[in-house]
């Protein structure tokens, strides 16, 4: 299973929008609305900032949406903040031979 | 809240044998809602994920770590652990533990689908000699 494709590095100023693109198959991220998104800052661990394509858990800042089209799905960041300065990975479920595909990860920097 | 805590060596001899155990609180690991997994990153890279266990001890492995690993549960200690046989450099790496959410899907690959929500802190194994 290969990994989810996401851009390498995304850039913003304070206040922008950015979004960052997680592209997969019809065998993941196409056929199922089971998509979520990660936050990792450097030495942390990954925090769920969206699940299941669009829901936000209790906690997460409005400022985080998600959404899919097709092969892709996307995170969008609105009102880019310092503390949004971190690495994003996409996770898909996969009908293939492991239930569960990470995408390559985004370096978001805020300018 | 589920917190989930790693615990192991930080550094195994190449060709050993990497143990580490995940502690649960705050939940019950044996609530049949979640599965029990792990995810390694090595430094600088991407997350993989290494495979998963259920309450019941039923299993699923990455196919590129099938054949030198094993995951199990202990669920009158609240824990799950890893072992992966004959290390070498290629497992160096930050190995979390994590719980899944049991979704509405299944595949005749991979079973009831999951989804990781809640991580440990993460803990650094070094395979050197």
């Known amino acids: 299973q290969s990994a989810l494709t996401q851009p390498a590095s995304v850039s913003g100023s304070p206040g922008q929008s950015i979004t960052i693109s997680c592209t997969g198959t019809?065998?993941?991220?196409?056929?199922?609305?089971?998509v979520s998104w990660y936050q990792q800052h450097p030495g942390k661990a990954p925090k769920v900032m969206i699940y299941?394509?669009?829901n936000r858990p209790s906690g997460v800042s409005h400022r985080f949406s998600g959404s899919k089209s097709g092969n892709t799905a996307s995170l969008t960041i609105s009102g880019l903040q310092a503390d949004d300065e971190a690495d994003y990975y996409c996770?898909?479920?996969?009908?293939?031979?492991?239930?569960?595909?990470f995408g390559t990860g985004t370096k978001v920097t805020v300018l | 809240q589920v917190q989930l805590q790693e615990s192991g060596p930080g550094l195994v001899k190449p060709s050993q044998t990497l143990s580490l155990t995940c502690t649960v609180s705050?939940?019950?690991?044996?609530?049949?809602?979640?599965?029990w997994s792990w995810i390694r990153q090595p430094a600088g890279k991407g997350l993989e994920w290494i495979g998963r266990?259920?309450?019941?001890?039923?299993?699923i492995y990455n196919p590129s770590l099938n054949s030198r690993l094993s995951i199990s549960i202990d669920t009158l200690k609240n824990q799950f652990s890893l072992e992966l046989t004959s290390v070498t450099a290629a497992d160096t790496a930050m190995y979390y533990c994590?719980?899944?959410?049991?979704?509405?899907?299944?595949?005749?690959?991979?079973?009831?689908?999951?989804?990781?929500?809640?991580w440990g802190q993460g803990t650094l194994v070094t395979v050197s000699s």
């Open positions: 994590a719980r899944e959410v049991m979704l509405a899907v299944y595949s005749s690959s991979s079973g009831v689908g999951s989804a990781p929500d809640y």
């Open positions: 996770g898909s479920f996969t009908s293939s031979n492991t239930p569960w595909v």
């Open positions: 705050g939940g019950s690991i044996s609530s049949g809602h979640y599965f």
């Open positions: 299941e394509v669009s």
């Open positions: 019809s065998s993941d991220v196409g056929s199922y609305n089971y």
């Open positions: 266990i259920s309450s019941s001890g039923s299993t």
